[in-house]
């Protein structure tokens, strides 16, 4: 057993580890920089390099790699020796203030929406001082953001960076109108719990779509599913348990701050929530953890799967993103303290995300979407595409209060009776927890539930942090302007309250009739990629996301571009591999299936008078009738493929993508999920889902 103090950011160039390395004074300037953003001279760089290289080949790294978060969703990596020629034909160990803060990889084969092109190639990264360097398999990675040769950003970390300046100008301008003049700057905090799934590294190399597409297109469900509730929270098995604790040392060693791992609803699910850090360390640490679970999997031959529904009729994987605002003096803004009706500050911060979420629903819709997360959203099993807020009794009751200019009845806290004397009595929280709402309040911070399980959490916390932004904004600047401070301030609170508690549902999402109740509310149900991602090249997103110097309209459109090609390219990669397993594994195999019925019948017919061939018969027919309709379809979807090769604007592809291609592929795998369970499993090409999903033991 690991001593988990000891081990705990062993491989992390910390806080602790500059103190120790830095002269007094470059440590200092070090500080100034993390805490509230000083620009670092080039000479102060220098010593820091000379630091972290030395440290860094004390243990054991022979590399360095600028480390960034390209818009592939995934991370990138370019690996480059400390080492450098002597005149005499050896080599020592050097890693100059440049080479730490600048790097240039090749920015021509990333996604860039249009903004780089094939034959325009350089790229920068450039040091993020304010997400710690580590070693990884004997590489000092150094965090970085990305862009191109012209200054456009290139990544999700820099626009993350961008977004969480803009929330500290605006939150420092309201902290500063309630007398807080010793705070000097604020961040937004995040806690990313992460969900994934786990399967038998020996069954996925068998599943085509597994390794080609993330999740399987075709399989009929499991005799038993996740209908008993019985995984949820349930006992965890040996081989599962050997890889969480080999995870847990890992991602410590990291300094990721990993606290909560359990099993999850569906079989072969999981979960692992880490305590809340600085969002755009939380967001460098939560691609870490998707890393580190990919590669420890493998070493217990196992394959982590982190598609949002790997698996059809059970369960799909979310990531909730637990976002809060924190000032350098260690107050949570969103802690309501014991009187949250008499908290004006609470309140009105409060407010602020309430028209936040209200006015940019669809922005925090995009930023959500993917090909793969439209499989779970809305599917009673995850928030629904509606955007929506869950506040709870008590404070829905203070808001109401405070609309109405109604006094509120501040009752002593309510405290649980469990009705076991021995137990003792707890009390209760303000709110309640509400599993179906996309974005909740729960207790100090919001729950941002609707992200998808591979998904950065960088996008949904670039737009969160930039709406509240815009409201603390609008809010400073009325208030500023007031002549009664207190009056505004309660005229402001109140205005909100009225203008925007339609966002505030706190009943069950999943119920048809909230979906109707949204449409009465105006608010939108965008349930696919498609759908949303139009929203934002609206002109009220783009003034948002320029006006706070987040995204300039260029980078915007390239972002819209991406994500409208990258949903194209999954749904025909997906197409492509379904059309594959079909042609080349499962219909020959029912064919074969289908001639093995028919001479076992003819033989019984030749050494039996009058046998009874009734089974053989009608399973023939109807498996010769499934494989006819199964072919037809696969046809189709061909046909479907080469007309998306036609010259169309990126929105009309992605919406063929999804009307045309994808229900096309959700006919042939009815069919196809059919003839699973009607053909002998020795003849079935893959593994079937009751050895996916219980093959773990």
Known sequence: MSNVSEIFGSMVFTDSVMKERLPKETYNTMQQTIRNGKRLDINVASIVANAMKDWAIEKGATHFTHWFQPMTGITAEKHDSFISPTDDGNVIMEFSGKELVQGEPDASSFPSGGLRVTFEARGYTAWDPTSYAFIKDGVLYIPTAFCSYSGEALDKKTPLLRSMEAINRQTLRILKLFGHNDVTSVKTTVGAEQEYFLVDRSMYDKRKDLIFAGRTLFGSKAPKGQELDDHYFGSVKPRVSAFMRELNDELWKLGVYAKTEHNEVAPAQHELAPIFTTANIAADQNQLTMEVMQKIAKKHDMVCLLHEKPFAG???SGKHDNWSISTNTGVNLFDPGESPNENAQFLLFLCSVIKAVDEYQDLLRISVASAGNDHRLGANEAPPAIVSMFLG????????ALENDTAYDNKEKEQLKIGVHALPRLPKDMTDRNRTSPFAFTGNKFEFRMLGS?????????????AVAEELMQFADILEAAEDFEVALHDLIKKVICDHKRIIFNGNGYESAWVYEAEKRGLLNLKSTPECVPYLIHDKNINLLTSHKVLSKSEINARYEIMLENYCKVINIEALTMIDMAMKEILPA??????YLSEAANAKKAFIDDADCTFEAELVEKLSVLLASAYKTT????KSLLYAKNELKIEDLAMYYK???????????????????????EYWPYPSYGELMFGVR
């Open 314 to 316: 059970v369960n799909g």
């Open 393 to 400: 009794t008590e404070l829905s009751a203070i808001l109401e």
């Open 454 to 466: 591979a998904a950065s959490i960088s996008e949904a916390n670039i737009m969160l942090n930039t």
């Open 590 to 595: 029912v064919s074969s299936y289908c001639h």
């Open 635 to 638: 046809k189709e979807l061909e």
């Open 659 to 681: 009307n045309v291609v994808f229900a096309t592929m959700n006919e042939l795998r009815i069919a196809v999920d059919e003839l699973e369970t009607m053909t002998a499993e």
